[in-house]
């Protein structure tokens, strides 16, 4: 079912402690992982302080966009949980006073929805 995901661009967990191995180099002191996901060669993290979006391009992956969204600039975000016949759900987020989401992300069913609200509930209100 991974691959199946993979194609349909929806995000699978990842463990938390691993993502905290591999980019420990982006992290700042008393910073922690507290969500991450994975699609693709895509991660988005959600950390103590920040969301991380890491941006993996190019055919070998060597080159990487690391972006760094403050929760403080998140001015809303949306979630669209999946239905009898969707099988994704749909988060987006807008920072600032953007009219267009800055970020849309989709994720697989196996992916509890309402944690990664409510993570962001508790980050951003």
Do not use: C
Not at 12 to 40: A, H, M, P, Q, W
Not at 71 to 90: N, Q, V
Not at 94 to 104: F, G, K, L, R
């Amino acid at each position: 079912m991974g691959l199946f995901n993979n194609i349909l661009g929806n995000a699978s967990e990842v463990d938390s402690e691993k993502l905290t191995e591999k980019y420990s180099r982006l992290l700042i002191e008393n910073e922690e992982v507290e969500l991450g996901f994975k699609l693709f060669r895509d991660v988005f993290m959600f950390t103590n302080k920040r969301l991380i979006l890491i941006d993996v391009q190019g055919v070998t992956g060597s080159k990487a966009e690391y972006k760094s969204l403050p929760y403080k600039h998140i001015s809303r975000f949306s979630l669209e949980t999946a239905g009898t016949f969707d099988l994704d759900a749909e988060l987006k987020i807008w920072i600032s006073s953007e009219d267009t989401p800055t970020v849309s992300k989709k994720f697989n069913k196996s992916i509890d929805v309402y944690a990664v609200q409510q993570l962001l509930a508790e980050k951003t209100l």
